[in-house]
């Protein structure tokens, strides 16, 4: 069955910075599209970066543009988000999920998921 494992997570202060890792097995990664989705304590799950199966096209939510870096290894089945700068209101549960839509800034449109992995910021 399709697996998609996230890590990286963890607590860490203002400014700092977190790579998070995503395996998948189960499915033909380079078929896929990536992306990086989030969901804060009471608040809806929010698109974060995305990345087209061939890198081509790559999406980010403005509220991380600048500072996060979304890439992938195809031949080792990884999507990697690269947080820096980070601040307090990027705390929450990070997602990956993969897709064969091209709507890629829409959770509907993910047919698989993580089972997230936790980023706090402190202030």
């Known amino acids: 069955q399709v697996q998609l494992v996230e890590s990286g997570g963890g607590l860490v202060q203002a400014g700092a910075s977190l790579r998070l890792s995503c395996v998948a097995s189960g499915l033909t990664f380079s078929n896929y599209a990536m992306g990086w989705f989030r969901q804060a304590p009471g608040k809806e799950r929010e698109f974060v970066a995305a990345i087209s199966w061939g890198a081509i096209r790559i999406y980010y939510a403005n509220s991380v543009k600048g500072r996060f870096t979304i890439s992938r290894d195809n031949a080792k089945n990884t999507v990697y988000l690269q947080m820096t700068s980070l601040k307090p209101e990027d705390t929450a549960v990070y997602y990956c999920?993969?897709?064969?839509?091209?709507?890629?800034?829409?959770?509907?449109?993910?047919?698989?998921w993580g089972q997230g992995t936790q980023v706090t910021v402190s202030s």
């Open positions: 999920a993969a897709s064969t839509s091209t709507l890629l800034i829409l959770p509907s449109k993910y047919g698989y």
